[in-house]
């Protein structure tokens, strides 16, 4: 498991700032009103969700380790570092410094991005199977990078599960179907963050499986992205 100097340095400043995150948020849980009709103050359950996303950041940053340990493969470093900002952007800037509110459009580029690096992971896993000695199997590039979209859509799927649980659960308000001041929208208006995340999610998954399609077919340096190394 080769680590760049720049890969360490990023992995300790995002697990320093959530950690740290984590802690001022349980202070704030404490002191934060129930509810309130004040736009930018922020309830309880405002920072419960900052509270379970930081967590959750936490415990994913580990992935690309486990992945690498499971597999004996090593994750290319650029992947690893954009996996590292998107987490960063999406969970202290998004969520603690409330980008998700403040800068339009925050949520549909995490997602287009987010999108773009399951279908990366997508093409990744079948490539290792395609080149694996003990599973001989010939896929040509378009099969490749079908299954890679779809690869990605579904998992963007499973988010959306994810997010629906546990605004129920916990009463979250993770996908948005609600104003910061907590007015709930109605009808299409509630659906359109959903909806909005699986369009962009669908971009992203296909704009990197357009381009992993043709580095397998033309054998590009962007194949690089795509291919674990055996560690």
Not at 112 to 119: D, Q, V
Request: glycine share 6%.
């Amino acid at each position: 498991m080769n680590k760049t100097k720049f890969e360490k340095a990023l992995y300790w400043i995002v697990l320093a700032t959530l950690v740290a995150s984590i802690i001022y948020i349980i202070t704030r849980i404490i002191m934060a009103p129930t509810t309130s009709a004040d736009v930018g103050v922020r309830t309880k359950s405002s920072y419960t969700l900052m509270l379970v996303q930081c967590i959750l950041g936490v415990a994913v940053m580990h992935l690309p380790d486990m992945l690498e340990k499971r597999f004996k493969r090593d994750i290319p470093s650029p992947l690893v570092i954009i996996y590292l900002i998107f987490l960063y952007c999406a969970i202290y800037l998004g969520e603690v410094r409330n980008f998700y509110y403040n800068i339009a459009n925050w949520d549909d580029i995490l997602h287009t991005i987010s999108g773009a690096m399951l279908g990366a992971l997508g093409f990744s896993a079948v490539t290792i199977l395609n080149n694996t000695e003990k599973l001989p199997v010939n896929l040509s590039p378009l099969f490749v990078s079908l299954f890679a979209f779809c690869f990605a859509i579904t998992m963007g799927v499973f988010w959306e599960f994810y997010e629906y649980s546990f605004d129920g659960l916990l009463g979250l308000n993770m996908q948005k179907f609600a104003l910061e001041d907590g007015t709930e929208l109605v009808g299409r208006l509630a659906l359109s963050d959903t909806m909005t995340d699986l369009f962009v999610d669908a971009v992203g998954a296909g704009i990197i499986s357009i381009l992993g399609g043709l580095s397998i077919k033309y054998k590009t340096k962007l194949i690089g992205l795509f291919h674990f190394k055996k560690i």
